[in-house]
């Protein structure tokens, strides 16, 4: 899949889809009801195709995203990077909560997917590709300037050494930095002692569904 990795930077500033459940983050919200209806769709089905891609059957709530936008931090020199991103909810939060288009980079490996992202986030760059990838996918003069990296992928499906080849591909473009991820479980999605981080629980969510919290992973050596 590295090998057909191509780069996006959409300038089409027509929304014309609407990617979150709360309409009080999205400046399109005059668009009408079936086309949220059509994202949820596109996601369930996604799901449905591989499970193991998708964390949830349904996008994440207005209330996880605040959440994650509340723990997202960078510098005016660094750029945000969002993994797995979906249908782009969270990455529209992102964007409605103050990080520049310039600044958002997201990677997703689900070709449709990536192609809706493209046409719905105009000024992101979209990438499409494999997460384990991302020292290969990501722009080289970005690398070490990631001030947060976002993990939606379901690490806590995955066995331990194919946990740990995501961790370090992040730890490769955004050195000593950790990460977020989001979970649907009731305690850590990820052995954390196992692969040498601190684990804090930065926010809980009972509003969505399922359930969720948003864990911060630093390594601690």
Known sequence: MGNDVKYYVEDDSSMTEILQSDDRLVPDAHVQGSRKVANRSMFFRRWLANPLQMGSIVPSSATLCHHIVAQTQYKPN?????????????????????VPADRLIVVEIVPDMADHLRRVLPGVLVIQGDARQLPALIPEHCQGRI???????????????????FIDAMDAVAPGKGFLHFSYCATSPLPYRHHHLAAKREAWTPL??????????????
């Open 78 to 98: 660094e750029v945000v990077v969002e993994l797995g991103a979906g249908t782009g909810v969270i990455s529209r939060a992102l964007l409605a909560g103050g």
């Open 147 to 165: 001030g947060t990296v976002i993990c939606g992928i379901p690490l806590v499906l995955l066995p331990r050494d194919e946990q740990r080849r």
């Open 208 to 221: 969505n569904f399922p359930p969720a919290s948003v864990w911060r992973y630093t390594p601690t050596g």
